[in-house]
T-cell receptor, first 115, second 113 residues
Framework: NAGVTQTPKFRILKIGQSMTLQCTQDMNHNYMYWYRQDPGMGLKLIYYSVGAGITDKGEVPNGYNVSRSTTEDFPLRLELAAPSQTSVYFC??????????????FGEGSRLTVL | KQEVTQIPAALSVPEGENLVLNCSFTDSAIYNLQWFRQDPGKGLTSLLLIQSSQREQTSGRLNASLDKSSGRSTLYIAASQPGDSATYLCAVRKKTGANNLFFGTGTRLTVIP
């Protein structure tokens, strides 16, 4: 059981470039999330999905896009990268949003620098 | 909006000491509260999940309590070890809204050998 797997672990982008952060989970979880973590700040939700084909915006969605074509995969697309998107990105998943099955599991993170 | 606060931001203790980490939240209408550990440069590892109907949960040397009415949770670590050094975060899941998980900024714990 690999859990939640993110790639790449590190990436440097130039301003205006685009890229996709990959996230896959093998726990058959319905819910998947993308967070960003900036120094001294709590995790901020970018986008989330409650199942294949269903996505919704979180707290800080501007500059990002997501898709959820399968239960396992939830890629995050950065269009026209800006220095403000320099951050550590975490993908997470849970079976549901309540009770014991609402427990969140995280990937190892993707550290992105935009220069 | 739910506000989650963790105080202190950093804590240093000698090895072997018992310690308590604090988490407070403003809206008591929650489904659950989860404690995580984060090592430098790593992802978050789930430690304990307490449902709103529970008062506490235990796992090994860790004990988490929840007082929903006062908006507080504590994480008790017994007989601390240098390997416990990490940042500890709490997160609460509100009952309203699908976008309903709110994180604190964490307490950075250093256990000194």
């Amino acid at each position: 059981n690999a859990g939640v797997t993110q790639t790449p672990k590190f990436r440097i982008l130039k301003i205006g470039q685009s890229m996709t952060l990959q996230c896959t989970q093998d726990m058959n979880h319905n819910y998947m999330y993308w967070y960003r973590q900036d120094p001294g700040m709590g995790l901020k939700l970018i986008y989330y999905s409650v199942g294949a084909g269903i996505t919704d915006k979180g707290e800080v969605p501007n500059g990002y896009n997501v898709s959820r074509s399968t239960t396992e995969d939830f890629p995050l697309r950065l269009e026209l990268a800006a220095p403000s998107q320099t951050s550590v990105y975490f993908c997470a998943s849970s079976y549901s949003s309540t009770g014991v099955t609402g427990e969140l599991f995280f990937g190892e993170g993707s550290r992105l620098t935009v220069l | 909006k739910q506000e989650v606060t963790q105080i202190p931001a950093a804590l240093s203790v000698p090895e072997g000491e018992n310690l308590v980490l604090n988490c407070s939240f403003t809206d008591s209408a929650i489904y659950n509260l989860q404690w995580f550990r984060q090592d430098p440069g790593k992802g978050l590892t789930s430690l304990l999940l307490i449902q709103s109907s529970q008062r506490e949960q235990t796992s090994g040397r860790l004990n988490a309590s929840l007082d929903k009415s006062s908006g507080r949770s504590t994480l008790y670590i017994a007989a601390s070890q240098p390997g416990d050094s990490a940042t500890y975060l709490c997160a609460v899941r509100k009952k309203t809204g699908a976008n309903n998980l709110f994180f604190g900024t964490g307490t950075r714990l250093t256990v000194i050998p």
